[in-house]
């Protein structure tokens, strides 16, 4: 059990770009969720999969967000044209029964 | 819907001492309620959880946290302070329970800075 890992575990863009973010959570967990952490707040839901199928989405996903899962094994967030109001930290975490696990996270700055 | 509110956003103690850090829940169902501690530039790392049955709880590091339903809190203490426990404290809570795959609402986190 490696743990979930993300990547990058950093990433600088500038304002319009897109950016993807990759998560690949612990071996046959099958639910996986996304959270975004801005400076000085806790943690916010994004979106979550169970298997392949997305099932739930915050209202804080707007359309420049798109989150999938192919093969229910690891996820991908991409971000388009980045806006400065995206930088945070990009959390993943995955669970099989309940706890959720979380990865290191990705920081992600706009510039 | 669901919330959580801690009470101070930093709190110092001196190494040895009581930590105490406060969180009040709402809810309007049964809440499963978690601490979670983040060190810098990590992920977030379960210290314990409330799901049911006995409402004060134990966790890793020393940690324990007691449900109080009629104050609708779930603090966190440790008796003596280690330097190692400086990091970012969560407080969290969940409507489906832990057993389930609903999301978890964090509080905005306590920062605990120890003093030598």
């Known amino acids: 059990d490696t743990g979930v890992s993300q990547n990058p575990r950093h990433k600088i863009t500038k304002r319009g770009q897109n950016v993807t973010f990759r998560c690949d959570p612990i071996?046959?967990?099958?639910?996986l969720y996304w959270y975004r952490q801005t400076l000085g707040q806790g943690p916010e839901f994004l979106t979550y999969?169970?298997?392949?199928?997305?099932?739930?989405k915050s209202r804080l996903l707007s359309d420049r967000f798109s989150a999938e899962r192919p093969k229910g094994s690891f996820s991908t967030l991409e971000i388009q044209r980045t806006e400065q109001g995206d930088s945070a930290m990009y959390l993943c975490?995955?669970?099989?029964?309940?706890?959720?696990?979380f990865g290191p996270g990705t920081r992600l700055t706009v510039t | 819907a669901q919330s959580v509110t801690q009470l101070g956003s930093h709190v110092s103690v001196s190494e040895g001492a009581l930590v105490l850090l406060r969180c009040n829940y709402s809810?309007?169902?049964?809440?499963?309620l978690f601490w979670y501690v983040q060190y810098p530039n990590q992920g977030l790392q379960l210290l314990l959880k409330?799901?049911?049955?006995?409402?004060l709880v134990k966790g890793i590091n020393g940690f324990e946290a007691e449900f109080k339903k009629s104050e609708t809190s779930f603090h966190l203490t440790k008796p003596s302070a280690h330097m190692s426990d400086a990091a970012e404290y969560f407080c969290?809570?969940?409507?489906?329970?832990?057993?389930?795959?609903?999301?978890?609402?964090f509080g905005s986190g306590t920062r605990l800075s120890i003093r030598p």
């Open positions: 409330y799901t049911t049955g006995a409402t």
């Open positions: 975490a995955s669970s099989l029964r309940g706890e959720q696990y």
């Open positions: 969290a809570v969940s409507d489906l329970g832990a057993s389930s795959a609903s999301k978890i609402i």
């Open positions: 809810s309007s169902v049964p809440p499963y």
């Open positions: 071996s046959e967990h099958n639910r």
């Open positions: 999969f169970q298997n392949e199928a997305q099932l739930e």
